[in-house]
């Protein structure tokens, strides 16, 4: 099920917002010194690209000033336009019956693309990379 969400959210948003966060990560290598900005964009643009089956969770651990710091100035960048973007990709597929799924997808990639920073992406426990593993 979660391959056949994936595609479906591939193909009627999910590539838009993938290139989005693309943009926000090549733009951040250009300036060098938000070279961290950038390895954070990229890696929720993966995120972006295929959502079903893996979960976002906080790195913890040292750093967590350094990444709250970084989080600020990211929303004030880029976070507050790609979580615009989100809302905005969220409302036409929750117009249909099977964009509701789609939908909430979009609606919690929100918190991540405000606050890229001390966050990892794992297998959720339901997926079967993570029952393998």
């Given at each position: ?24 990560g ?10 961290p ?5 990229f ?9 079903f ?9 040292q750093?967590?000033f ?7 100035i ?36 929100i ?23």
């Open positions: 099920m979660n391959t056949l969400l994936n595609i479906i959210w591939l193909l009627f948003g999910g590539i838009w917002l993938a290139l989005g966060y693309f943009a926000a090549i733009i951040c290598f250009l300036l060098i010194i938000t070279i900005f950038g390895i954070a964009s890696r929720i643009g993966m995120y972006a690209l295929w959502p089956g893996r979960t976002v969770v906080d790195r913890g651990g750093g967590y350094l990444s709250t710091v970084g989080n600020v990211w929303v004030l960048v880029a976070g507050i336009w790609i979580a615009i973007g989100h809302v905005l990709t969220a409302i036409p597929m929750f117009l249909s019956i099977i964009g509701i799924p789609l939908g909430i997808a979009n609606l919690k990639l918190p991540v693309s405000l606050m890229p920073l001390g966050k990892v992406i794992v297998p959720s426990r339901g997926s079967w990379y993570a029952q393998v593993r």
